[in-house]
């Protein structure tokens, strides 16, 4: 058993007045204390009275076979099996030493991620993965090498039930075109209504739940109505810039879809091709665009929908690995309140991971899955990006 004793906690969706001592065995929380209560005896003890202890970050958005250069999801083909192992676990290393200590892999190249998780290589302290396997996408469509290519109901179910059995724990599905891949139109559907209905009804009952890429509006209402469980990036994009009408929002809010709208950046973000072609489009600057997303997630956030945190971390230079305290802080800069933002970085987004009841609280009986940064994420979130200490299933990351 050892313990972390903090001047300031976090619980995944409050502060924990007067900070906290935590207390880990098994791997597991075995307690959650007030900070002036005595260790246990023989209990080591890792002290920290500037900073504060919070649930390990959860990104419900990542592509572990991408190494966050440029180019890197035309690329994504390229590596050997091999390679792609060493690729997964580097990505997985940058997430850890951020403080995510679960992701949600959204974008598999083939199988390679789940491969990787049933691989004696998956033994170390890494975060722990939820896969989706291949994206299911349009021939041709939206990162189509990934291996996700289907078309027509029969191939989407058979490409549901191809998930199933090897064991994804979330069915990703391409609903309209992407920056990313050049060709794709980001305003049209890749799917009919009837297409993508038939691929969530077989997911649910097979007991996984549905996400959906949208860009376009007529994406995103494609999969509220076809009654997907989460949307990501949800843009809400049209022709003359972001559509985003209260009632679209009060529809996600209802439904509890789980909105993860893959926002922050590092550095200079250089749209690819199409993304710069698209926004040409709209007639809108790239820092208009930008300007418009932050309004749109604090509109959704003030709607009650439910936004968790994601970075879409690997897919570029100015999206890197071990982003989410970077999207966490866009949020912040948005509007939300940071208390919302770190809810939604940590309970919400494993709650979106289907992992609510073992991950993303400080809580007696949830994984050890922690943070400890210095200083008050809660009186500025940018402490978030200093972490002392994180621990995965109890074991300290290096
Ligand atoms: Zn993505």
Redesign the pocket.
Known sequence: MFGIRAGKAFDGDKVVPGGALVLVEDGRISAVASASAPAPDHCDILEVPDGTILPGLVDA???LCADGTDGTLDRIGEPSPDGLMDVIEQSLRLHLAAGVTTVRD??DRRFAVLEWRSSSRSRGVYPSVVAAGPPITSPGGH?ANMGGEATGTEQLLAAVRERAERGVDVVKIMASG?F?TAGTQVMLCQFTLDEVRAVVGEAHAAGLPVTA?AHGLPAVHMAMEAGVDGI??CSFLTDRGLSQSAQDLARLAEAAIAVCP?VGFVGTLRPPPNAAATLAKTGLTFEQMIQARKRSVAEMHAAGVRVVSGS?GG?GASKPHGLLPVSAAFLVDAGVRTVAALASATALAAAACGLGDRRGRLRAGYDADLLVVDGDPVADIAALTRPVAVFAAGRRAA
Do not use: F, R, Y
């Open positions: 958005h990542v592509h959204l974008g990162c992407g990313a890429h990501e990036h893959t879409d897919i």
